[in-house]
């Protein structure tokens, strides 16, 4: 199982004027994973349920994360 989450450390110049982001977090939609969108996928019961998660197949839903306060990522 993929995740939809990717995590990178990047270079931190011990000359860098400017307080360093440790890990930084991008994310990649459940649509690069499949092929092609299948026949006959799960689809949400209701309209509403659907409207609240963007999408009407629970597959496809990727919800964004919450974004760490300030410095909670810092080492």
Known sequence: MSTNFKYWEPYISPFDPCPP?????????????????????????TAKEALQHGTLWPELFSPYPDSPKRGELDG
């Open 21 to 45: 982001i440790r890990v930084k977090v991008y994310s990649t939609p459940p649509n690069l994973y499949m092929t092609f969108q299948p026949t006959g996928m799960r689809q949400y019961k």
